[in-house]
């Protein structure tokens, strides 16, 4: 009877201990997942996922890889701001066709006519000629100043009507608002030149000066 309850104790220690030993196994496998993530961490983050120091260094040995591609790059020749700025800011100048045909005073046409002694209409655009400074009618300083412009803006039409007329751009910054400033040419004299010789005009300094006195 003692061997039969003996066994009997034994059988109920057993049972009760085998839960124990199955509750024990749950932090082994919390420590072995933590220990997993610690060394996926380590070694640069979950597969798929890229962090910042990893997009770093893949695309500094990218660079590295690809030696021909950066000496090509170096290879062009690079353009300073100035130079850019200087193309930037002298756009070409448009070529405008000959014309032989009349011309007007501007009151009574809108284009191929003559709005001063120094400006005309040409091809739709308002042209400033480059070379020669003439007397002003609207913004006159005088009476004098006036009259003078009225005699050179109609002797630039009689020039014109001469035949043949052709344009050559300059550059540089007109005097008037909105007027491109060219040689004026007729037979491949400057009619500019031909104003200044009647003593209707004078050659151009840069600015325009006065014909008072």
């Given at each position: 009877?003692?061997?039969?309850?003996?066994?009997?104790?034994?059988?109920?220690?057993?049972?009760?201990?085998?839960?124990?030993?199955?509750?024990?196994?749950?932090?082994?496998?919390?420590?072995?997942?933590?220990?997993?993530?610690?060394?996926?961490?380590?070694?640069?983050?979950?597969?798929?996922?890229?962090?910042?120091?990893?997009?770093?260094?893949?695309?500094?040995?990218?660079?590295?890889?690809?030696?021909?591609?950066?000496?090509?790059?170096?290879?062009?020749?690079?353009?300073?701001p100035a130079e850019k700025a200087v193309e930037q800011a002298l756009p070409m100048p448009e070529k405008l066709p000959a014309f032989s045909g009349k011309w007007f005073i501007c009151t009574?046409?809108?284009?191929?006519?003559?709005?001063?002694?120094?400006?005309?209409?040409?091809?739709?655009?308002?042209?400033?000629?480059?070379?020669?400074?003439?007397?002003?009618?609207?913004?006159?300083?005088?009476?004098?100043?006036?009259?003078?412009?009225?005699?050179?803006?109609?002797?630039?039409?009689?020039?014109?009507?001469?035949?043949?007329?052709?344009?050559?751009?300059?550059?540089?910054?007109?005097?008037?608002?909105?007027?491109?400033?060219?040689?004026?040419?007729?037979?491949?004299?400057?009619?500019?030149?031909?104003?200044?010789?009647?003593?209707?005009?004078?050659?151009?300094?840069?600015?325009?000066?006065?014909?008072?006195?």
């Amino acid at each position: 009877m003692a061997k039969t309850a003996g066994r009997r104790k034994k059988r109920a220690g057993s049972k009760r201990a085998a839960p124990a030993r199955r509750g024990g196994m749950a932090p082994w496998y919390l420590l072995g997942a933590a220990m997993v993530g610690g060394i996926l961490y380590m070694d640069g983050g979950l597969p798929g996922s890229e962090t910042p120091a990893t997009g770093i260094r893949t695309a500094s040995i990218e660079r590295r890889a690809k030696p021909a591609d950066r000496e090509a790059a170096l290879a062009l020749p690079k353009r300073r701001p100035a130079e850019k700025a200087v193309e930037q800011a002298l756009p070409m100048p448009e070529k405008l066709p000959a014309f032989s045909g009349k011309w007007f005073i501007c009151t009574t046409q809108t284009d191929y006519c003559v709005l001063d002694g120094s400006t005309i209409l040409y091809a739709g655009r308002k042209v400033r000629l480059a070379d020669v400074d003439t007397p002003a009618i609207a913004g006159a300083r005088c009476d004098a100043e006036r009259l003078r412009g009225g005699d050179a803006k109609l002797r630039l039409r009689e020039i014109l009507n001469e035949g043949d007329v052709t344009l050559v751009a300059k550059g540089g910054a007109s005097a008037k608002a909105g007027a491109a400033p060219h040689l004026v040419l007729r037979g491949g004299r400057s009619i500019g030149g031909r104003l200044v010789g009647e003593g209707l005009a004078r050659p151009w300094t840069g600015k325009h000066q006065s014909w008072c006195g």
